[in-house]
């Protein structure tokens, strides 16, 4: 029926609010798609920041000077030998005091065994904060039994204090 | 009646709008493998970062090889040169110059190239470095009174560069990068100290040589002990039994008179003497000894002597008696000096760990009276 005033007829007001509708519902959806791309790529991002900042820092921490002619890397061959990981664990504390991360270093021989653990070997695993990225490295022992130490850098989520 | 104005066709308009998002959302699946913004960039820092370490993983390797290759020639240093063994001492005398080893630099490469290659045919399951193509060439050089080992190669590792894509999932290859492993270590082995020894060790013989010097050992000890290097006891008390009973049979061996029993035996010890196809064998160990024949395979117990019989050849007596043989003037002499100014440093199989050694060179001097 048309409106006698010559207005617009209601029905087609029916299909513009329905357009409106549906319009509005795909612009959200495709609002709600970006927004989790977003976060996506932001967590992507902050990922592979974390990742190389592992990287780096797994790197550099291994190439520190220890004494005149030593690396942190030939420290690590050497604790693994002499079975004390004492002086490795006193290069590390010493490098990752200056740095702003929770960090956690691990050694494993090739068959998976755990040879080393920053956290404690009786660290209760419900008690690690989110693991933010890791880096690993390899390095062979040729003196006694041929080995692979496998050692692992992990970033984890900085720790509350009081929660210490 | 129609409605003479011009309708606007929602449902068509609506049904055109979803077939453009239908379109959108296809085109967005045909350009999904274009990588994101700033993607080549992290997956290639990442690879160059990751992969930075390899010169010092191969350092830290090759230092092992190294210290392994000291510790070889360290337990010896005389072993390798063409000097004569004297009961497993080499037998350095003036005359024969040619016996001092004087590359001791050369037995050093050529021990590391050694088990260099050992390394390489052990493959390491796990360990992405594949060194088993890679030659190096190697050099000694001493910068600042220190002996480095500089090891040159033209093969390359050659490292994948992979996307890095969610959550640091690998993704497709987008190059590769190329890395020579070559290094500069430092030895910890002062290869000068051993030529100062040798020559020190031929003045020694030239000044204690003669009848005006009949103690030799203090001749050699006053000659030896000074410029760093101490003259030292480095046998253990097994070896100083199995050492003494070699004296006592060589000294019997090289005696003058036949059919005599040899004076002198040292008490302690039972031991097998066996005649193998190129010389003798004393408890299952070769032994060069000068005109060692025996007459039979002998067991010597304590309490029993070497008896030579008519024919030159050695058996065992269990008395000291009849004609006794005369022993030649004892010409050659055992000794270690340990040096006061170098150390090793070596994984200890007893001790299990790695510790500073001292190094001691062994060696044997022979006098011409």
């Known amino acids: 029926m048309f409106n006698k005033r010559g207005g617009v007829a209601i029905e087609e007001f029916r299909g513009a609010l329905t357009y409106i509708f ?8 495709f609002y709600g798609c970006n927004i989790s791309n977003i976060k996506k790529n932001k967590e992507t991002f902050e990922f592979s920041k974390d990742s190389l900042l592992a990287v780096k820092t797994l790197n550099s921490f291994i190439e520190t000077p220890v004494g005149e002619e030593e690396r942190v890397a030939d420290t690590i061959v050497e604790s693994y030998l002499n079975n004390d990981y004492s002086e490795f664990e006193n290069a590390a504390k010493n490098h990752f005091s200056d740095i702003e991360i929770d960090w956690r270093l691990v050694v494993y021989s090739k068959k998976g065994y755990l040879l080393y653990d920053s956290y404690g070997y009786l660290a209760q695993t419900a008690y690690y904060t989110q693991l933010l990225a890791k880096s690993s490295i390899r390095i062979p022992v040729q003196e006694k039994e041929p080995e692979l130490l496998n050692i692992i850098l992990e970033i984890r989520e900085k720790q509350n204090k ?3 | 009646m129609k ?9 068509i308009l609506l049904i055109a709008f979803l077939v453009s998002i239908g379109i959108i959302f296809f085109s967005g699946t045909l350009t999904s493998n274009v990588p994101k913004v700033g993607q080549y960039s992290i997956s290639m820092t990442q690879a160059f970062e990751k992969n930075s370490n390899i010169p010092l993983i191969a350092a830290t390797l090759m230092k092992q090889i190294s210290r392994n290759s000291i510790s070889n020639i360290s337990s010896d240093v005389f072993q390798l040169s063409n000097c004569k063994n004297y009961i497993n001492y080499k037998l350095l005398n003036s005359e024969n110059e040619i016996c001092f080893n004087k590359n001791l630099e050369g037995d050093f490469k050529a021990i590391f190239d050694k088990k260099y290659i050992e390394f390489q045919s052990k493959k390491l399951k796990d360990f992405d470095l594949d060194f088993s193509n890679t030659k190096y060439d190697f050099s000694i050089n001493k910068e600042n009174e220190k002996f480095f080992l500089n090891g040159k190669t033209e093969n390359r590792f050659e490292i994948p560069i ?12 987008i190059g590769k990068m190329f890395i020579k492993p070559s290094f500069n ?23 204690c040589e003669g009848e005006d010097n009949p103690d030799k050992g203090k001749c050699v000890s006053d000659n030896l002990n000074k410029d760093g290097f101490e003259l030292q006891e480095c046998e253990t008390g097994e070896e100083k039994e199995f050492y003494g009973f070699l004296e006592y049979f060589d000294n019997c061996a090289n005696s003058i008179g036949i059919s005599c029993v040899c004076p002198n035996r040292p008490q302690e010890g039972t031991f ?3 005649q193998v196809n190129d010389g003798i064998e004393i408890n299952g ?8 024949n025996l007459a039979r395979d002998l067991k010597i117990k304590p309490g029993q002597f070497l008896y030579k019989d008519a024919y030159g050849e050695i058996s065992v007596t269990n008395k000291e008696e009849g004609d006794i043989c005369t022993i030649r003037a004892k010409t050659k002499f055992r000794f270690c000096v340990k040096s006061n100014k170098n150390q090793y440093y ?4 007893d001790a299990q760990k790695i510790v500073f050694k001292d190094l001691v060179y062994k060696f044997a001097l022979q006098f011409s009276k």
Request: aromatic share 10%.
């Open chain 2, 162 to 173: 992979n996307l890095i894509e969610d959550k640091g999932k690998t993704g497709k290859q």
């Open chain 2, 272 to 274: 097998s003497i066996n």
């Open chain 2, 3 to 11: 409605n003479k104005k011009a309708v606007i066709h929602w449902d």
């Open chain 2, 185 to 207: 270590i430092p030895i910890g082995f002062n290869f000068d100290e051993y030529e100062n020894l040798a020559e020190s060790i031929k003045d020694t013989i030239n000044d």
């Open chain 1, 22 to 29: 549906v319009f509005a519902i795909v612009v959200l959806f």
């Open chain 2, 285 to 292: 160990r070769k032994i060069e000894i000068e005109n060692a």
């Open chain 1, 162 to 164: 009081n929660e210490k």
């Open chain 2, 346 to 349: 070596a994984y200890d199989e």
